[in-house]
C-alpha cells in the first residue's frame, strides 16, 4: 500500500490538471465531435478547421453563437457536406464557453487566435439567434 500511495498521487494531479475546457468539452462535445476532434464525416463536422474560421472577419462571434445557439442547416466542411442540427449550449456560463471553445482551437485546431473571453461570450448573449440564423452568420470558410 504504502508503495501504491505515491502512484495515487500522481494520477490524482493527473486528474486536477485536466483543464476546465477539456472537462467541458468531454462532458458536453466529444459524443458528437469524438475525443480527437475529428468528428464523423458527413454526420458531424470535425473541429480542426476552427483557426481558419475564427480568424475569418465575425469568426469569434459565430463560434460563440454556436455554442449559445445551436446550429441547423447546410454547410461544407473541408470538402465534406453537413446538413444535421446542434443543441444550444445557453446554460453553460460565459467563461464555461470561452474555455470549451479555448480548448478546442488550441488542442484541435492548433490556433494561435487571442483567447475567447467571457466578455465576448456575455456580449454574444445579448442577441439571441436560432439555429438557422447562426448559421447564415457564419464567415465564408470551406
Ligand atoms: C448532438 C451532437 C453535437 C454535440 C453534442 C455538439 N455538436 Fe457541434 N455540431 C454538431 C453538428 C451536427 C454540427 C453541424 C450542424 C449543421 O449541419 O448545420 C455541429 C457544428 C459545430 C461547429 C461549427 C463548425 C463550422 O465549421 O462551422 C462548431 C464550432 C461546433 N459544432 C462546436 C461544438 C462544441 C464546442 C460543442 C460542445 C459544447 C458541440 N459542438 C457539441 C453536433 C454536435
Known amino acids: 500500500m504504502k508503495r501504491l500511495l505515491p502512484l495515487l ?18 462532458a458536453h462535445c466529444q459524443s458528437c465531435h469524438q475525443a480527437n476532434g475529428q468528428g464523423i464525416p458527413g454526420v458531424f463536422p470535425p473541429l480542426t478547421h476552427l483557426d481558419k474560421v475564427v480568424q475569418a472577419k465575425g469568426g469569434r462571434e ?9 446550429l441547423q442547416g447546410p454547410l461544407t466542411v473541408e470538402g465534406k ?3 444535421g442540427v446542434m443543441p444550444p449550449f445557453r446554460q453553460l456560463k ?24 467571457a466578455a465576448e461570450v456575455k456580449a454574444a448573449r445579448a442577441k439571441a439567434l436560432s439555429p438557422q440564423d447562426v448559421l447564415k452568420s457564419r464567415p465564408p470558410v470551406k
Open 9 to 26: 498521487g500522481f494520477l490524482g494531479l493527473l486528474a486536477l490538471a485536466q483543464s476546465p475546457g477539456a472537462k467541458l468539452y468531454s
Open 62 to 70: 459565430y463560434l460563440i453563437r454556436v455554442v449559445l445557439y445551436g
Open 94 to 117: 460565459d467563461q464555461e464557453v470561452a474555455d470549451v471553445l479555448n480548448y478546442v482551437l488550441t488542442t484541435f485546431a492548433k490556433s494561435k487566435a487571442k483567447p475567447i473571453t
Open 81 to 83: 457536406t453537413y446538413n
